[in-house]
């Protein structure tokens, strides 16, 4: 068996992490961009000031921003333990 055979489970996982970690990028800007354009419609519905609205934006941003060091670290340990299982 060669090389390129035993790694193309762990290439192959690390493709679909990528994705799913660039999917959900792609959903936190989209979310962010949204809720932007949207401010003052959110802040008549909720009877509230702009600056309420951004402040929400402003604090949810750095929280879900948070989450991806933790999937990075996820990523890594799940590509290492399929190298593993193959026996590399």
Known sequence: MTLEAKDAPAAE?????????AAGQFLM??????????????????????????????????????????AAGWARSSAASARSRSGS
């Open 29 to 70: 800007v989209l979310d962010s961009s949204v809720m932007n354009v949207s401010n003052a419609t959110v802040a008549n519905d909720l009877h509230t000031t702009i600056t309420g609205i951004q402040s929400a934006i402003v604090l949810c941003t750095p929280a879900m921003a948070m989450r991806w060091p933790r």
């Open 13 to 21: 996982g690390a493709g679909v992490v990528l994705l799913t970690l």
